[in-house]
């Protein structure tokens, strides 16, 4: 029993025993290659063999929390993984299993040939590269074209969606990256499965990561027109690395491939972040209006600033573009506020 994907049609063909199994035997079934390199249907059948997800940039804040979950899955069998990383990475954090393994690859210079070797054999690649690493995010993309068992790629992103604001910030220069990194991968016949999430909580409550005007150790926050009855998305890194851990390896990869997940914890109002800093500090925060004239300077500045402009704007507009499926959390504002204290 097989199935595979036209890279033309990107469409899903399964054979008729296939669409007789059970739920159960489908998520042991053997996975084939959604690239095909003839005019068959055809493809070598890879015998006795789980999803194989692989991970790129594992020690970041994000990839970190996505390794964590990734790594009990297949300590318990229900995947094999994959652990991309450069030569002078830490590999501390990864423990020696018959199911994880550990690869080299060279992005940066790159060595295609060592690169095409590492990526054989990946189904889901998920990549949780910084913006920073634009060589290496580009080259990935270039590498995995060349993998005839690559059945989705999940590109950095974790983040908002800034498409109708795009015009406005050129200093947000990284989100027309990503999205033409995004296109590039399309027109090699890659599937894309998105993660959006939330505004997060290192960013969002903290000084130390660039003040976006709500920081729960200073005990404020800002309003600009109505957000204080306007809800804001916020997510945790280690809910969002969670979830994404949880999706790639719950979901047959070709039911993922070209679709979109929006992944926040909470929602809170402006007037729900004043009582829930209130009751961490036993007063109430101060609260600073934003005019015009100080948005304009905050968006004028460099990314970060620019970045939390922008999030002004979305919070008073109740312009959140999120695209795919919505999935959301149950802890309060509160908990995760009281975490980046």
């Given at each position: 029993?097989?199935?595979?994907?036209?890279?033309?049609?990107?469409?899903?063909?399964?054979?008729?025993?296939?669409?007789?199994?059970?739920?159960?035997?489908?998520?042991?079934?053997?996975?084939?290659?959604?690239?095909?390199?003839?005019?068959?249907?055809?493809?070598?059948?890879?015998?006795?063999?789980?999803?194989?997800?692989?991970?790129?940039?594992?020690?970041?804040?994000?990839?970190?929390?996505?390794?964590?979950?990734?790594?009990?899955?297949?300590?318990?069998?229900?995947?094999?993984?994959?652990?991309?990383?450069?030569?002078?990475?830490?590999?501390?954090?990864?423990?020696?299993?018959?199911?994880?393994?550990?690869?080299?690859?060279?992005?940066?210079?790159?060595?295609?040939?060592?690169?095409?070797?590492?990526?054989?054999?990946?189904?889901?690649?998920?990549?949780?590269?910084?913006?920073?690493?634009?060589?290496?995010?580009?080259?990935?993309v270039e590498t995995l074209a060349s993998?005839?068992?690559?059945?989705?790629?999940?590109?950095?992103?974790?983040?908002?969606?800034?498409?109708?604001?795009?015009?406005?910030?050129?200093?947000?220069?990284?989100?027309?990256?990503?999205?033409?990194?995004?296109?590039?991968?399309?027109?090699?016949?890659?599937?894309?499965?998105?993660?959006?999430?939330?505004?997060?909580?290192?960013?969002?409550?903290?000084?130390?990561?660039?003040?976006?005007?709500?920081?729960?150790?200073?005990?404020?926050?800002?309003?600009?027109?109505?957000?204080?009855?306007?809800?804001?998305?916020?997510?945790?890194?280690?809910?969002?690395?969670?979830?994404?851990?949880?999706?790639?390896?719950?979901?047959?990869?070709?039911?993922?491939?070209?679709?979109?997940?929006?992944?926040?914890?909470?929602?809170?109002?402006?007037?729900?972040?004043?009582?829930?800093?209130?009751?961490?500090?036993?007063?109430?925060?101060?609260?600073?209006?934003?005019?015009?004239?100080?948005?304009?300077?905050?968006?004028?500045?460099?990314?970060?600033?620019?970045?939390?402009?922008?999030?002004?704007?979305?919070?008073?507009?109740?312009?959140?573009?999120?695209?795919?499926?919505?999935?959301?959390?149950?802890?309060?504002?509160?908990?995760?506020?009281?975490?980046?204290?």
């Amino acid at each position: 029993m097989m199935y595979a994907m036209d890279r033309s049609s990107q469409r899903t063909l399964e054979s008729p025993d296939y669409k007789k199994m059970t739920d159960r035997e489908h998520s042991s079934s053997t996975i084939c290659s959604p690239r095909l390199n003839s005019s068959s249907y055809s493809h070598p059948v890879i015998p006795n063999m789980v999803v194989t997800i692989g991970l790129y940039n594992h020690n970041g804040m994000i990839g970190s929390q996505i390794l964590k979950h990734l790594l009990t899955r297949a300590q318990q069998g229900s995947i094999r993984l994959v652990v991309l990383h450069r030569r002078t990475s830490n590999t501390n954090s990864i423990p020696e299993h018959a199911n994880i393994e550990k690869r080299v690859v060279d992005l940066e210079t790159p060595d295609k040939k060592l690169n095409e070797k590492s990526v054989k054999g990946i189904h889901v690649l998920i990549s949780a590269a910084s913006n920073k690493d634009r060589i290496g995010r580009a080259e990935l993309v270039e590498t995995l074209a060349s993998s005839d068992d690559l059945i989705t790629f999940v590109p950095t992103d974790y983040g908002l969606v800034w498409t109708n604001y795009l015009p406005k910030w050129l200093n947000l220069g990284f989100v027309k990256g990503k999205a033409m990194l995004d296109e590039r991968a399309k027109s090699l016949g890659i599937n894309l499965t998105n993660f959006r999430s939330g505004c997060q909580t290192p960013w969002m409550f903290t000084r130390d990561h660039g003040d976006f005007g709500i920081n729960v150790k200073g005990n404020y926050l800002i309003r600009y027109g109505d957000t204080m009855q306007k809800r804001l998305p916020i997510t945790s890194p280690a809910w969002l690395g969670e979830k994404v851990a949880e999706i790639v390896s719950s979901h047959d990869p070709h039911q993922l491939a070209d679709r979109s997940f929006s992944l926040v914890e909470t929602w809170a109002t402006g007037n729900e972040i004043k009582e829930a800093f209130t009751r961490i500090h036993g007063k109430e925060p101060a609260v600073q209006e934003i005019d015009e004239q100080h948005f304009q300077e905050k968006m004028d500045k460099g990314i970060s600033e620019s970045m939390g402009a922008g999030i002004w704007l979305k919070w008073r507009d109740n312009n959140w573009e999120f695209d795919g499926e919505m999935i959301n959390g149950t802890r309060s504002v509160e908990e995760l506020a009281r975490e980046q204290l």
